[in-house]
């Protein structure tokens, strides 16, 4: 074995992304938030390239949620930015109408899905639904947190 044998070749990159350990941690945190609340939803944590680590729906939420939460979560990594960012922009005449219809038409244009960030890295996303799409934000932002992640750069 060459010295280099551990070296990262120049053309390949290491970016990080989330571990199933720290997206557990985030629906751990996502399960406290929801007892806390009273809360029956949904969550999905994705990676960087958008695809399930983990997911959970609590006992009582709608049936619909937990794919909505992964559209969610898809939307804010595909993005790197909360799902509410295009709640205005994306109405008819404005400008970013027609946004729902991307991203094989996963996109989610209201609240409920957002970024992870760590150390200023996009590691993942993570998507909250079954209430008004205030509180699935809400819910996303608190979850995040409380697992050490930011839901900003």
Known sequence: MTEHANAVPPAIGTVPDIT??????VLESFRAHCQEAGLALAACVVDR??????STRRDGAQLGAISLAADKA???VAFGAPTSRWASSSRPGEADWGLAGSLGGRAV???GGVPLYWDGHLIG???VSGAASASDEACAIA?????GLRTEP
């Open 143 to 147: 979850a995040a947190h409380g697992a």
């Open 74 to 76: 898809f939307t804010a």
């Open 125 to 127: 996303g993570l998507g």
């Open 20 to 25: 199933e350990r720290l997206a557990v941690a």
């Open 49 to 54: 390239g958008g695809n399930p680590v983990a």
């Open 109 to 111: 244009v209201f609240a």
